[in-house]
């Protein structure tokens, strides 16, 4: 159980472009989800966190009009990449929390490479 | 501040020996507690957790992890390593009144050797 998928697994894309990544829970409900960005060989950083059907928090220092975040419903929250750009490339991983607990599970993350 | 300081870098083990790793956290209420395991180019598992309670806490792979107050340290510990341990480790912790969201620290990379 508690079993977070994304999509796509990796992508590449012109500089300029929007890019969507999906992050799914499976088989529970997620009213938070979160969206960590890690650059190659560091620790992730939380860019944002999204409660269904309300607004994402955005972390100081991420751009929310560059990032945007949806969560639309109780197991899929969407984070586009909009005009992408060459710095945007990293591993970008989300994250889904069952209900009022404290755990989170992980997706296998989206590595984006913008050209 | 709040941070979260994983000391080791790197830390190489010869397979079938103990593995201790390092997390120390500076909040002004103890968090919850985690750790997470990554193989490259995956996603996290989680190792284990801590939120209240027996401070000695079992997890899965047989990890283990001691949560002591008065060092506010979670040292991850392993008594025999095995080769497909060898992986990055990450502890985190997490706030209630963020809504759990995680601060990572910068992790460490475990070398296994036969």
């Known amino acids: 159980g508690a079993v977070v998928s994304q999509h796509p697994s990796r992508v590449i894309c012109k500089s300029g472009t929007s890019v969507k990544i999906e992050c799914r829970s499976l088989?529970?409900?997620?009213?938070?989800m979160f969206w960590y960005r890690q650059f190659p060989k560091q620790s992730l950083m939380l860019m944002a966190t999204?409660?269904?059907?309300?607004?994402?928090?955005?972390e100081q220092g991420v751009e929310k009009d560059k990032f945007l975040i949806n969560h639309a419903s109780l197991t899929l929250s969407t984070l586009t990449v909009t005009s992408a750009h060459p710095e945007d490339s990293s591993f970008y991983i989300c994250?889904?929390?069952?209900?009022?607990?404290?755990?989170?599970?992980f997706g296998p993350g989206t590595r984006l490479l913008v050209l | 501040a709040q941070s979260v300081t994983q000391p080791d870098i790197h830390i190489t083990v010869s397979e079938g020996a103990s593995l201790e790793l390092r997390c120390n956290y500076s909040?002004?209420?103890?968090?919850?507690l985690f750790w997470y395991v990554q193989s490259p180019g995956q996603g996290l598992q989680l190792l284990l957790k801590?939120?209240?309670?027996?401070?000695l806490v079992q997890g899965i792979k047989g990890f283990e992890a001691e949560f002591k107050r008065s060092q506010s340290s979670f040292n991850l510990r392993k008594p025999s390593v095995h080769w497909s341990d060898a992986a990055e480790y990450f502890c985190?912790?997490?706030?209630?009144?963020?809504?759990?969201?995680?601060?990572f620290g910068k992790g460490t990379s475990l070398l296994v050797t036969p």
């Open positions: 994250s889904a929390r069952p209900g009022q607990g404290g755990t989170q599970y």
């Open positions: 088989d529970f409900q997620a009213t938070t």
């Open positions: 999204s409660n269904e059907g309300s607004k994402a928090t955005y």
């Open positions: 909040y002004g209420a103890t968090p919850y």
């Open positions: 801590y939120f209240s309670g027996d401070t």
């Open positions: 985190a912790v997490g706030l209630p009144n963020s809504g759990y969201a995680l601060n």
